[in-house]
């Protein structure tokens, strides 16, 4: 059977996605913290050496800031001194005044306003009608009140040369502007020193730009001219406005990433303003790369040899896998195999229209026993195979349990598919089996579930497989059964049954359990030789209950030993009190479990009940049925065996009906066979019956047993 093609595709997850998967996380990871660690060491190296410059040009800078001050101050006076000058000539403005005047200061433009803020004179004779916008510094300057002004170092909103401004009110409301550009001012001050250790600093290749701004925030000097006049943190959001620790961080500087530092500077622990750097990364992502793609090559090496591993590794697993996920018996997919297929079911949710046919061989069991193991493994291996070549190629085939069988359906159109399938199922296997010169019927019936997308966990679709798998044959005579919700309703009713048996046991009066005994007549002296005591339930709560039904409920939930222990003790007190009341040599027939027999409290506490009530032995008679000595027969006979040599009689109930075979009779520890009512019924029917009956009879006569026939009606 080959079912190689659904473990490689379960193996196939395994040796094809974890181990690229594994790869690929390493390979992330491996270059992420490599990346990390060099940045981090290469950071870490610009802020020390920016730290150091600091401290180096501390001293320096420290002079060079303070005639940087002086100068500025110097600068301010000659703006101030031609508005002054401009002041002096009262109202009597000509363009060749104004040109000596800037060049006499050696200041680069002087414009005269009137009041409305339009340019009337000035001295190079451009932008005369200009007029300030509101918003506009100038227009600030008019409408500000003051007296006098000095701007920082800014574009001109016309040419967008850089200048420094000074403003001066005169008479009339008129104003005059005063500007020198900032290279002239750059020039001057560069003079001073300070711009000169900027440049020194700059001389390194990987120093884009060098700065430094005073205690006020302004940057006095820079390597970029634009920089010049500016408040420090204009160039990035990331720079604090007033920096009192060192700094960095990472922004793009005319196109390129950098690697922004700030410092401050301390002379004698007074902060004298703050040293910026701006260093390239070009080199730090360069090593970077080259990490990266070493890293890479090595890491798909590894890979490689992960690959080659897994390889080998795949073949050897095919096998244990299959250890684990095929049955060993059949050769189709194990219950293992199946959980994890309805755990993918669950887990996508998304199977609208999917489903599962628990198949069950109802007498298996029986079978097995009867037969043999290696009898019942054969029925097994060739059921198996029937199922899976009629439906492997559509449908998956499971071994879900010892006698039960799964189908999984996917995407079925209606009910109407379903039944068939499930009538092609029973077809497909052998209705009949021969074994040792016997032809047996092989029973199945089919638990049918819907899946759809209502199911979370494995284990409920199974459970309701099994509730509808019990259906079978009760709700309808099909051979298969749908699970309902309404289902649940039976579970509650044998809650509420079971709860009941439990308070009856406890209080057999309160709860409405009682024996009734049924006669048994001896057809040689036409009197009564015994009684059957049989179990009765009538519920305070659910009425009267069949004896079908609870005695399989506490057979499935474990009381009959409970039960059966009051059964007995009952029971021996009615022939008590009937050997008190002078009948004596009557048998009392109790009907015992499985369970009973394989309590080891049970034949001590027999014997012991017996004693306190004074019963012989003789007088009692224990009824079986077939299913019970099949189920577990070595233990079983063992012990019917005992309870013979202490002088109980052991009877067969329902003979007929089960698997025993006429050769086995003569080995089994009984005294009386009970011929089921099925056979007593068709006796009248045909001679066949009759003989064949009789025959039954004859032979049980010949073994040395006893036949009772029940449910006998006529003389025939």
């Not at 009734?516 to 005591?533: C, L, W």
């Not at 001590?604 to 009940?609: D, I």
């Not at 003989?691 to 009606?713: K, M, N, P, Q």
Request: charged content about 25%; aromatic content about 10%; proline content about 2%.
């Amino acid at each position: 059977m080959d079912t190689d093609y659904k473990i490689k595709s379960k193996l196939r997850k395994k040796y094809t996605y974890i181990p690229v998967l594994s790869v690929g996380v390493i390979f992330v990871f491996s270059i992420l913290i490599m990346t990390s660690t060099i940045r981090s060491y290469y950071y870490e190296m610009l802020r020390s050496e920016s730290s150091r410059l600091s401290k180096s040009y501390a001293h320096n800078l420290e002079i060079a800031a303070e005639a940087q001050e002086m100068a500025n101050e110097i600068m301010d006076q000659r703006l101030m001194g031609t508005g002054e000058m401009v002041y002096s000539f009262k109202g009597e403005f000509s363009e060749t005044k104004l040109k000596e005047v800037s060049e006499s200061l050696q200041v680069d433009d002087i414009y005269v306003y009137d009041e409305n803020g339009v340019i009337i004179f000035s001295n190079n004779g451009k932008y005369i009608g200009w007029v300030a916008e509101p918003g506009h510094p100038v227009h600030d300057f008019m409408i500000s009140g003051k007296s006098s002004h000095i701007d920082q170092i800014r574009p001109d909103s016309e040419s967008g040369e850089l200048f420094k401004y000074g403003y001066y009110r005169l008479e009339n409301g008129y104003f005059v502007q005063t500007g020198i550009k900032a290279l002239r001012v750059q020039e001057f001050l560069g003079s001073f020193n300070t711009q000169k250790l900027l440049d020194q600093m700059h001389s390194d290749g990987y120093v884009l730009k060098a700065y430094f701004a005073n205690t006020s925030n302004i940057i006095v000097g820079s390597t970029d001219i634009s920089d010049y006049g500016k408040t420090f943190g204009e160039n990035s959001s990331n720079e604090a406005s007033d920096t009192q620790e060192s700094s960095s961080w990472i922004a793009d500087y005319k196109g390129e990433e950098s690697f922004y530092v700030t410092t401050p500077v301390v002379v004698e622990k007074q902060r004298i303003g703050t040293l910026g750097f701006v260093h390239s990364l070009k080199s730090t992502n360069e090593s970077i790369n080259s990490i990266i793609f070493l890293g890479g090559g090595l890491l798909l090496s590894i890979a490689g040899l992960i690959v080659i591993f897994n390889r080998s590794a795949y073949k050897n697993d095919i096998k244990l896998t299959k250890m684990a996920f095929i049955d060993s018996l059949t050769g189709i997919p194990n219950q293992a195999y199946l959980m994890d297929e309805l755990k993918e079911w669950c887990t996508k949710g998304s199977y609208d229209r999917n489903a599962l046919l628990l198949i069950n061989i109802s007498n298996f069991k029986a079978l097995n026993m009867t037969f043999g193991y290696d009898f019942g493994d054969s029925v097994l291996k060739r059921i198996a195979e029937q199922l899976y070549d009629a439906f492997d190629k559509k449908h998956d085939i499971f071994r879900f349990a010892s006698d039960r069988f799964v189908l999984l359906v996917k995407s079925y159109k209606d009910r109407y598919e379903l039944n068939l399938l499930a009538e092609q199922i029973v077809n497909s296997v052998d209705k009949e089996i021969i074994a040792h010169g016997y032809t047996k019927a092989l029973n199945l019936n089919i638990g049918i579930v819907e899946v759809g997308g209502r199911y979370r966990d494995p284990n409920d679709i199974i459970r309701d497989a099994t509730i509808a798998l019990d259906y079978v044959g009760v709700v309808e005579s099909e051979l298969y059964s749908y699970y309902e919700n309404s289902m649940i309703e039976g579970l509650k009713r044998e809650e509420e049954i079971e709860a009941e048996l439990v308070k009856a046991i406890l209080n057999p009066s309160e709860g409405g359990l009682h024996l009734v005994y049924q006669p048994i007549f001896d057809a040689r002296t036409n009197k009564i030789s015994g009684f059957e005591a049989l179990a009765r339930l009538n519920s305070p709560v659910l009425g009267p209950i069949s004896p079908i039904e609870f005695i399989a409920i506490a057979e499935r939930r474990r009381l009959m030993v409970q039960l059966g222990n009051w059964i007995v003790d009952t029971a021996l007190l009615f022939l008590k009190d009937l050997e008190n009341q002078g009948v004596s040599g009557v048998k009392i027939s109790i009907n015992i479990s499985a369970a009973q027999l394989q309590d080891k409290s049970f034949i001590p506490r027999l014997r012991r009940v017996m004693a306190e009530t004074r019963i012989r032995p003789s007088n009692v008679e224990l009824e079986v049925t077939e299913s019970i000595i099949l189920d577990n027969y070595e233990e079983i006979n063992s012990s019917l065996g005992q309870l013979r040599r202490e002088g109980v009689t052991i009877a067969v109930d329902d003979f007929g009906t089960g698997y025993s075979s006429f050769s086995r009779l003569n080995q089994l520890n009984i005294d009386t066979i009970k011929i089921d009512k099925t056979f007593i019924d068709r006796i009248t029917n045909t001679p066949h019956e009759m003989l064949l009956t009789g025959d039954i009879i004859s032979l049980c006569h010949r073994l040395d047993l006893t036949v009772v026939a029940e449910g006998v009606e006529n003389d025939v």
